[in-house]
């Protein structure tokens, strides 16, 4: 459920304070790793997502948490077999953060909070996570565009449709596997653990779709 921008950063904020006196052990659970499988249409400026996130849990949770870019809206979320509905945040099961960055505030900015519920017999060592929604594709290294746990380092797996105009920037992590039609796919992945991954893509113009990553 989308927030507003003020009462997102009053979170933030509040949360950072408290998060200077405690250590970081604290954090109930942690992101370990994502394996991103996405698509960006640069002509409808659709960028669709699904991203299996390998989890850690410290201590027992009921839920867990994410920010995500408040054009992207979640469409599914499951454990295994058992889909699992996005509640309205309560403010309470958030834990403290540390102290953001200006890269990751900027990063977090217009950000919404997707709180999942975790049954009480499952302790997953993964979830997984659809989600879609128009973005500007110059915004994309500067975006909430993959679920963010702000102060947690994970890996990244990358798996990306993208049109084959796109062409790879300098710091580029990806290399080409295959081009059909109109569009690429590219796989690589993070070297070390990151709080954010950013599109290593240049955005240039592309041509009508013709097929969809699943």
């Known amino acids: 459920m989308p927030l507003s921008k003020s009462f997102i950063f009053s979170i933030l904020i509040t949360l950072a304070v408290i998060g200077c006196s405690r250590n970081q052990d604290a954090t109930p659970f942690e992101f370990c790793a994502h394996n991103l499988k996405f698509k960006y249409d640069s002509n409808t400026h659709l960028l669709s997502v699904a991203d299996t996130i390998t989890l850690n849990f410290n201590r027992n949770v009921d839920h867990i948490y994410f920010f995500l870019h408040d054009s992207l809206q979640v469409t599914r979320i499951c454990i295994g077999n ?115 991954c950013d599109i290593p893509f240049l955005i240039s113009e592309a041509t009508n779709p013709k097929t969809i990553l699943n």
């Open 82 to 196: 058992q889909e699992l509905i996005p509640e309205p945040v309560s403010p309470r099961y958030i834990q403290t953060l540390p102290l953001l960055t200006e890269k990751m505030a900027k990063v977090l900015d217009r950000a919404q909070i997707v709180q999942v519920p975790i049954p009480k017999s499952l302790f997953p060592k993964s979830i997984k996570v659809w989600y879609s929604g128009n973005v500007d594709s110059r915004d994309l290294p500067e975006i909430a565009w993959h679920p963010i746990l702000p102060g947690v380092h994970a890996n990244f797996q990358l798996a990306a449709l993208l049109p084959a105009e796109f062409k790879p920037a300098e710091n580029n992590i990806l290399s080409l596997q295959n081009c059909e039609d109109a569009w690429c796919l590219w796989t690589g992945q993070t070297s070390e653990p990151k709080q954010f």
